[in-house]
């Protein structure tokens, strides 16, 4: 059986609304299925249930096949899970599960509201339209295909970075303000963008010389609002922070610092280091930050691109196929949402699990069955859905 096809099925609400059940006899309604989390942590976040009396209960809630599943991934001593309020599974376990803080979240098993139709296509592995053609594909139209969502999740990339973009600054003092938002925004992910982004807004464009990380560090933790102060009135307050859950690299006190610590980096290159390129600068910028899936995906999806449309501005072709180049020759391991129908179809090759293109691929090919519209189901002789 597959999991991910579970969490699809609740992520469209697919066994309704309404006449749900706790184990313990609770009825409730799902008001809001979720936001669905593709990284650490629980499967959905910030849910919400309304029970038969009226109360009205928010927090992330996980999916299993089967109950016993939480305590054999380890969730039972994880933090991250601590905000769940809800564990839904088709097959229940003998024995309740509990939350690393000690609590017992609500236990659902949807076993009743499944249709047959929903449960077969549980048990059967998920596959693309091309599954029964692949092995007759060419090696080359798979490799030009995920070399052209590569470039298309490029420009994609771009083109999403322009949106930071401010006409009035300079170029260099666009790009900076452009590259810390955008890094706001990912350091933020998923439950804390927009507040990251609201607080780099309050960084001012210039700074003086003697400033330190850490004085920044402290100044941005005062207009987060997240020890209930507002230094100012642009201030946040800390009902704007999500803190439910979160791995502790994940807290917004450590995503804060890391902004400071970029915001300053970035203020302090000139035209000059610029020039130099993404990667002579991404040692000057990214020195000392966590090396984690975070930070790798910084480099990615913000800072490749964004030295991209500083070549273009610049029209210096140069940093601009610097960019591409890196871009290209980006090592970077997808995560099994996007891999695993591309394993299931056959696709086994590892040069093709572990292109970068195959993300871009799944969201805008597969996903949507634009098969006409692909190399690889235009061989298979598959028509677009």
Known sequence: MKEYRFQQLWKALAFGRQGHHTLCGQAFRIEDPGTYNAGDGPDFRMGALRFADGTL????????????QWQAHGHSTDPAYNGVILHVFLHPAAKPVRLQSGVQP??????????????????????????????????????????????????????????????????????????LRASASVLGLSR??????????????????????????????????????????????????????????????????QLAALALRLHRLGRADMLKGPAVCAAMVFRGLPAGRRTHLLELIVWLPAFYLLGTQLMAEGLKQQALELWRSHQYQPEAMFTEAFRAAGFAQKATLSHLGIVHQQREWCAPKRCGNCAIGQSAGLSSA
């Open 57 to 68: 209960l928010r927090g992330d809630i996980e999916l299993h096949l089967h109950e016993q």
């Open 106 to 179: 609500l236990r659902c098993s949807l076993l009743p509201a499944i249709t047959p139709g929903q449960f077969a296509g549980l048990q059967q592995d998920e596959v693309l339209p091309c599954e029964t053609a692949i092995r007759y594909i060419r090696p080359e139209v798979v490799h030009a295909q995920l070399e052209k969502a590569r470039q298309d999740y490029f420009e994609n990339r771009a083109n999403a970075l322009i949106q930071w973009w401010d006409p009035a600054l300079t170029i260099e003092a666009a790009w900076k303000k452009m590259v």
């Open 192 to 257: 804390n963008r927009e507040a990251m982004v609201k607080l780099a807004e309050t960084i001012p464009c210039t700074l003086p010389p003697e400033t330190s990380e850490a004085y920044l560090t402290a100044w941005l933790l005062a207009r987060s609002g997240l020890h209930g102060q507002q230094a100012e009135p642009d201030s946040l307050k800390r009902t704007d922070w999500d803190l439910s859950g979160s791995r502790p690299g994940n807290k917004p006190e450590q995503r804060i610092a």
